[in-house]
């Protein structure tokens, strides 16, 4: 990755639904690498994948539509910048549904039903065999989205990663049945793929209400993490306390700089002597310093969303000659190619 000459040939993409705002998974899941790559990327594209929400929004294209804005304004205040990124909104690349379809005969319905994301997701949400088939072949389409772009870097969260696995078999088929068109995409996780939710779940996720937003106000944070899952059996000061399972301390870990305090307090936390006040205190702190420039960029560019909607644009007449080449090579190894 140090390495200037291999990361000339990297393409990156990865993308947000837009269902709600962003919040500190996304972070450290992903748009700390979207950071890092843009960079030193040959190309990088940032995708609001305003489709895929749909697979499960399609009554509320209100809500999809409204926050197609704020995940491009959460994304543009953590420091994805359009002069290196170039960003896109799903809907407006129409090649990506054509290959969506195309991409559909190579997948069968027994597989499309493994994938483990999409399971755990029918389950949280209660679909069972009444799933809408849009939202059971979204792998198909993010594969799409992928592979338009001809990336092969996805900086994700760590439950995508069944989504890369299906791509790279879609590659392999494509190329097997109509000729050498596609590569193999690698699945970026970053330094915590999966961010606990502030109640102790595995996961931190908008549909748990379990989440930190990257725009929420000091008052917001201070008040989220004073409800923090610790230790429930940590009830007076004096009681030894334990530090694994403890939300507090796994976000210590993550946020706080200074590791050898947060060494001594998980001690005496252990000791018994420390009460939750305290450590909960201190990452207020240090989670209120982390978001606040972030949300204040943000409230500075949604002063003005005509020019977030304009980096869209100009981001989306990009991807479309991207995607415009790709549909054509398909076409032809496809033998579609009739009138071009
Ligand atoms: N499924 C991703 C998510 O829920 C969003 C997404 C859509 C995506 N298409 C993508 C991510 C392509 C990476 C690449 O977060």
Do not use: W
């Not at 950071?35 to 294209?61: G, I, R």
């Not at 399971?119 to 939202?135: I, L, T």
């Not at 205190?281 to 003005?304: H, N, V």
């Amino acid at each position: 990755m140090e390495n200037n000459e291999n990361n000339k040939k990297i393409r990156v993409l990865t993308g947000d639904r837009p269902t709600g705002k962003l919040h500190l998974g996304h972070f450290v899941g992903s748009i700390q690498n979207r950071l890092k790559l843009q960079d030193t990327a040959e190309k990088a594209f940032y995708m609001v994948a305003d489709v895929q929400a749909l697979t499960d929004n399609a009554e509320n294209p209100e809500k999809v539509r409204n926050n197609v804005l704020e995940v491009a304004l959460d994304n543009l205040a953590c420091g994805v910048d359009p002069s290196k990124t170039t960003f896109f909104i799903q809907s407006q690349i129409p090649e990506i549904a054509e290959l969506t379809i195309f991409f559909l005969n190579l997948v069968t319905l027994a597989r499309l039903k493994r994938n483990p994301t999409v399971k755990s997701e029918m389950q949280q949400k209660g679909f069972g065999e009444d799933v809408p088939a849009g939202f059971l072949i979204y792998p198909v389409s993010q594969a799409a989205d992928i592979l338009f772009a001809k990336a092969n870097l996805i900086p994700v969260g760590e439950d995508q990663k069944p989504m890369i696995e299906q791509t790279n078999e879609i590659v392999d088929s494509f190329n097997r049945i109509y000729g050498e068109t596609f590569s193999h995409v690698s699945h970026l996780v970053g330094e915590i793929p999966r961010l606990v939710g502030t109640d102790g779940n595995a996961k931190m996720s908008k549909s748990l209400n379990n989440c930190i937003n990257l725009s929420d106000s000091d008052e917001m944070i201070n008040k989220k993490v004073m409800d923090m899952y610790t230790d429930p059996n940590h009830i007076h000061v004096e009681d030894p306390g334990k530090v694994e399972g403890n939300v507090v301390f796994t976000y210590l870990d993550i946020f706080d700089s200074n590791k050898e305090e947060v060494a001594d307090l998980k001690k005496q936390y252990e000791k018994g002597g420390l009460g939750d006040v305290v450590i909960k205190k201190r990452l207020a702190k240090i989670l209120c310093d982390f978001i606040s420039p972030i949300r204040e960029k943000r409230e500075q560019l949604a002063k003005d969303p005509q020019a977030v909607m304009k980096i869209l644009e100009e981001g989306t007449q990009k991807a479309r000659i991207e995607a415009q080449k790709t549909i054509s090579e398909v076409r032809k190894a496809m033998k579609i190619d009739f009138f071009d």
